[in-house]
């Protein structure tokens, strides 16, 4: 099958083009600096700005399926996350239709899930009902936090570059929460296995790491120790974030405050039977999922 993918060049877009060609598809990269992806003449790449609708129909000529990829962070402005995820995304669809591309797989989040009110979940839902406007042709697939080799990853190297300072790393609530990260590799899987898997369409899918989860603290700690660096986590009360959530709701600024609380007092673990069902997805342990994240090979 010829299969485009949208953000072919960034930190899980180069995991599902590796995992396509692997499994004999062929593919044709969507990026928007083609600059970014190495010379690979099993790989076709076309110039593509999500945001651009003239630049998208030209470029999924000839392709049969399509996995979704393109997105930013929580770390982004949500001026800039609605631009991407939510706009590129009704224009992807909308072009999906002219195209008569039948069989996409879009990576939303496991953030549509949480309770709690921030720009990124905002963007994530207006993603996800952009899909479901052209529900019939796609399967959504909700990861977790991605994580691989750090290097790759933008957020990863912040992080490292956090814990390589040394000192204390402050936890609200103290890091005692669970939550279920899952390597980029398992993601790549998922998705590929989902194109392949014609009765997945028109459905969504959690894709994470081991159930019960680890707590965060235990894996921030893990990561410092695969690094060899030196510090400590320390946890700060939630009670002053409380106390800010009340005078900032009088000026109506309390909603981050409380999203904030509600994601370090709750526990981020979902089930998984579902996904193994439909997808046969069986994610790697947390040892060998950190040691390949933050071990010396990086």
Known sequence: MKVYVTGASGF??????????????????????????????????RQVDLLKLDQILPAMKGCEAGIHTAGLGPSHSEAAMQSINVQGTR??????????????????SAAVLEAGDTPYRRCKIGQEAAVRSYAPAFTLLRPTAVIGPWAESDDL?????????????WIP??????????????????????????????????????????????????ARKLLGTSGSCGGVSLLPMRVASIFAGVVGLAGPIKAQIKYYSTDHVYPLAETHAALGFEPRGYDAMLARAFGTSN
């Open 157 to 169: 190297r912040r992080l490292v570059e956090r814990l390589r300072g040394g000192g204390t790393f």
């Open 12 to 45: 899980i877009g180069r995991h599902v083009v590796a995992r396509l060609l692997e499994r004999g598809h062929s593919v044709v990269a969507f990026t928007r600096d083609p600059s970014k992806l190495p010379a690979d003449p099993r790989i076709e790449v």
């Open 91 to 108: 224009n992807l669809v909308a072009t999906c239709r002219q195209a008569r591309i039948t069989r996409v797989v879009v990576l939303s």
């Open 173 to 222: 609530g103290g890091g005692r929460i669970k939550v279920q990260p899952v390597d980029v590799d398992d993601v790549a899987d998922a998705a590929v296995s989902a194109l392949d898997r014609p009765e997945t369409v028109g459905k969504c899918y959690v894709v994470a790491g081991p159930e019960p989860g680890i707590a965060y603290r235990e894996w921030i700690d893990r």
